[in-house]
């Protein structure tokens, strides 16, 4: 890929504390997107371990990585953010940084939202067998049932990292901290379309956990009457034209 053509497809990888799971991470996104042109986009949310050499390091292996840095810890959000401004693709596929996405998956729903009429901007990803605990899984399926009676949203699996989305979309939506676990339900209130595709979901080999159930209970509470709040105060005018 010419470091001077806008790449089709950007990749944002949100990292914190993942020493031991970029690199192999690094070699399976561009194994996945051999011969497409794209970047990938790996943002480390203030690490306190290697991650951050580590991938500095693999810039010299791979020409389509960036390293963006946060000088303090923001959470997976922002660093979603952070990725999507600094994006220069059309299409931004996101993922894990823990590894459990496998990234042979990623170039299925960018082909998706390709072949996708234009008033859809999101293909997520739905973890059809799931390799987490059982509390954390059956924690995910009552949280996913919750959301989707209050938000009257068509995600099955939100928590899912692997989404592939339009970037102008995305930055037509109101940001707030843990808004990516909300992403299906933003881009119905701004009128769009989603579309989801089943894909795998492996083990953690390096590393643990950012959040417990707990943690996760906890934000949500807030996270579901904000959405909610937006919601209620959307008004789409339908397709703008100018005349």
């Known amino acids: 890929m ?13 990292v914190h504390d993942e020493a031991g ?24 949310d203030r690490s306190r371990d290697s991650t951050l050499i580590e991938l500095k390091a693999l810039k010299a292996l791979h020409p389509q990585l960036r390293v963006l840095t946060h000088p303090s810890n ?19 596929v996101t993922m894990d940084g823990d590894g459990q996405n496998p990234p042979a998956d990623a170039p299925r729903l960018v082909q998706a939202l390709m072949d996708a009429p234009p008033e859809v901007a999101l293909v997520g990803g739905v973890r059809a067998s799931r390799q987490d605990t059982e509390a954390k899984r059956q924690a995910s399926v009552w949280a996913n049932r919750i959301r989707r009676r209050l938000l009257g949203d ?13 970037r102008d979309a995305f930055l037509r939506l109101p940001y707030f901290d843990h808004m990516h676990r909300y992403l299906p339900a933003l881009m119905i209130r701004e009128g769009w379309r989603n579309l989801y595709l089943d894909v795998g979901h492996r083990h953690r080999e390096t590393g643990r956990s950012k959040y417990t159930n707990l943690d996760r209970l906890i934000a949500s509470l807030s996270d579901l009457l904000g959405v909610m709040w937006l919601k209620t105060r959307a008004r789409n005018p339908g397709a703008v034209q100018e005349v």
């Open 74 to 92: 923001a959470g997976q959000s922002r660093a979603v953010r952070s990725g999507v401004l600094a994006a220069r693709g059309a299409i931004v």
């Open 21 to 44: 799971a970029v690199g192999p991470l690094v070699e399976e996104i561009a194994a996945a997107f051999t011969g497409r042109n794209y970047e990938m986009i790996f943002v480390d």
């Open 154 to 166: 068509d995600a099955a699996d939100t928590g899912c990292g692997l989404k592939a989305f339009r």
């Open 2 to 14: 010419s470091q001077t053509a806008a790449p089709d497809v950007s990749v944002v990888v949100p």
